[in-house]
């Protein structure tokens, strides 16, 4: 395949996937309906948590950082942390524990009934996210998924779950991110209704 060839296939997917995904309206409704799990949870005292690997892992901060600082407008910081940045407890946790602990460890250290865990995995069965989802559930702490193509086992884990359509890691990612900036947006605009815009 010529990389002009490769280029537009790659472009053609993309869209064709958003096009899926923009039509689908379960997955519109599911995302309005994590948005106000997080806007209850918050409201409440509680936090947003998101984990992942890879480049999963980069959406997670990525993710947080949004609720933190900001996305549509000026706001006070919201509380999300991404269980992906404490290399510490990573490393600490991977050694003594095992990999599949990374995630969960932290869970139970950090997380309250009430609050809200938003676990990703392109494929849907990354061993320490379904662990960190499972352990989440057993303490009260609603349960949110992005995954990809049918959603693998965190189908079993999610109170509610976004799939993109595809099988394609880079193209699942794009979704995952814009799944990800709709949902903070919403939430933003449940929790400072006289600041929304748009």
Same mark, same amino acid.
């Given at each position: 395949?010529?990389? =002009? %060839?490769? +280029?537009?296939?790659?472009?053609?997917?993309?869209?064709?996937? !958003? *096009?899926? !995904?923009?039509?689908?309206?379960?997955?519109?409704?599911?995302?309005?309906?994590? %948005?106000?799990?997080?806007?209850?949870?918050?409201?409440?005292?509680?936090? /947003?948590?998101?984990?992942?690997?890879?480049?999963?892992?980069?959406?997670?901060q990525h993710i947080a950082g949004e609720f933190i600082s900001r996305l549509m407008f000026d706001h006070a910081p919201?509380?999300?942390?991404?269980? #992906?940045?404490?290399?510490? %407890?990573? #490393?600490? #946790?991977?050694?003594?524990?095992?990999?599949?602990?990374? !995630? +969960? $460890?932290?869970?139970?250290?950090?997380?309250?009934?009430?609050?809200?865990?938003?676990?990703?995995? +392109?494929?849907?069965?990354?061993?320490?996210? &379904?662990?960190?989802?499972?352990?989440?559930?057993? $303490? *009260? =702490?609603?349960?949110?998924? !992005?995954?990809?193509? *049918?959603? *693998?086992?965190?189908?079993? /884990?999610?109170?509610? /779950?976004?799939r993109a359509p595809s099988t394609w890691t880079p193209v699942i990612q794009q979704i995952h991110i814009t799944a990800?900036? =709709? @949902?903070? %947006?919403? @939430?933003?605009?449940?929790?400072?209704?006289? &600041?929304?815009?748009?």
């Open positions: 395949m010529s990389d =002009i %060839a490769f +280029t537009e296939n790659y472009l053609a997917t993309s869209v064709a996937a !958003f *096009g899926a !995904f923009a039509a689908d309206v379960a997955a519109r409704d599911t995302m309005i309906d994590m %948005a106000t799990d997080i806007v209850t949870a918050m409201q409440a005292g509680g936090k /947003l948590m998101i984990c992942g690997n890879g480049g999963s892992a980069a959406d997670s919201l509380p999300a942390i991404a269980l #992906t940045v404490d290399t510490s %407890a990573i #490393t600490a #946790t991977g050694n003594d524990y095992g990999y599949e602990h990374i !995630f +969960t $460890r932290q869970v139970i250290g950090l997380g309250r009934a009430g609050d809200v865990l938003l676990g990703i995995s +392109t494929s849907g069965n990354s061993p320490n996210v &379904l662990a960190a989802l499972a352990e989440a559930r057993a $303490r *009260g =702490i609603v349960t949110h998924g !992005f995954a990809g193509g *049918g959603g *693998g086992r965190m189908v079993e /884990l999610c109170d509610r /779950l976004v990800a900036h =709709i @949902v903070c %947006a919403l @939430v933003e605009r449940g929790m400072f209704p006289d &600041l929304a815009v748009g």
